[in-house]
């Protein structure tokens, strides 16, 4: 028996998961990661030392920070400006009807605490005061000693705060995209905190740094300056942020939806996405071949991440104007953690940002420029990249693989790429920079090609003049 045809107008069903159909709540910002983006790597999206949220609570491997935790939760209600707030109160705040359905409908998808909403919202609420805790311990760990309240002190023999590996694990945990809390609930809660404060605030000793913010208008600028202060080291892939230490210069930020948004904010331009991103035009060629055309690789100091500009240059030499391409990329720092980073920003962008996946594009365009080692060795010579996987081979090798399942509906670095490729295919560009990097490098070989070149120019004449002479 042959194979039934299906008919023209026959109807055709597919049966779809209802695990991929789309939620259509805008305020359902926090996801687990894509299953065909975890299968490539696993490790990159997976919590190793504290579960924060509801996704990943109560698997056995990061029981252990539970008792931490919890811990920190009672020490935070202890504090001298939380500690006039009653259990009552408290429960109140986590169960105000408005406040309860946001912070639900924040979370996408089934996970086991969907079947208990009051472990749920204990869970939140414990998870919370954990990681205001630790901000705070980390804010006043590099204030000056004068700023520092009495009580904490103490503080600065924090474990977490010790341990630099412990901190350093922490901190690339909570930027998981499967750890995260909704950001609102940290400054409604210090809000809260700030409306329940009793008429005499003389028995409080507020702590000078905090007195400053003892506003509600304030105390938003306060939760994100101490949240700025403990990502500090990937504020700083953006601008330099510390003037002295405790005092961050906060850039321009959108709204917060979490941490892993708030570090994307970090690493994407101040201008924003690019108004016509449908240029989906790549550039064709490495580094080292656009280096080989005479583009000049140059480390920006001032520039968020993804902030990549170029500038035709023109510079006279001889009564000749050369011209050549400048390509400013700000520098990175490619470490341990670098993959794991940029993995759950892209699969961020993949689910809240698909339009406007910025750091997508930005890792789409390295791993163009840097196709073998040579290339990396070039951009690490050039100071744009700064190497500490050891080698140059590790280093490209994690960008030809970590685009790997992610989908790109628009590339920002259109226009930046099609100017590349036009430096690249103009024959006399190649021919210019050929020329100087043989013959005028440096002041040295370009002293000695132009001596060079005038003894060829009087030995010519000289021999013309010798012919001459002999038959005219």
Known sequence: ???RKACPDEAILIDIPEDLEPDLNSTCWI??????LRQVHEAAYTPQLISIGPFHYDEPKLNAMEQHKTKYHDQFW????????RENDIRDFIEEGARRERIWCSYAGSFELRNNRDMFFRVILRDVCFVFKLFLRNYEHVLDNNDKPEEMKKDIQDYILRTPWLRKAIELDLIMLENQLPYFIFTELFDFILKKQPENQGNMNIPPYLSKHWKESESHDFFIRITCEFFIDYYRNGKATIKKPGEVELQQLNEIKHFTDLVRQFMCPDSGYPRDPHVKIK?????KQLDRAGVNFMPSEDHSLADIHRTKVTYNCFCIGWKYLKLKVPKLKVEDDTECLMRNIMALEQ???PCEAHICNYISLLDQLLNTAEDVGLLVEKDVVQNFLGSNDAVANL???ICDQIAETSFCYGTLCEDLNDHYNNPWNVAKATLKSVYFKDIWTGSSSIVAFFVLVFSIVS???TIKDLFF
């Open 1 to 3: 028996m042959g194979e």
């Open 31 to 36: 996801h687990r990661v894509p299953s065909k």
């Open 78 to 85: 202890k504090r001298d400006f939380s500690k006039h707030i």
């Open 283 to 287: 550039c064709l060629y490495t580094a």
């Open 351 to 353: 689910c809240l940002y």
């Open 399 to 401: 960008f030809n693989k």
């Open 463 to 465: 021999v013309i003049a």
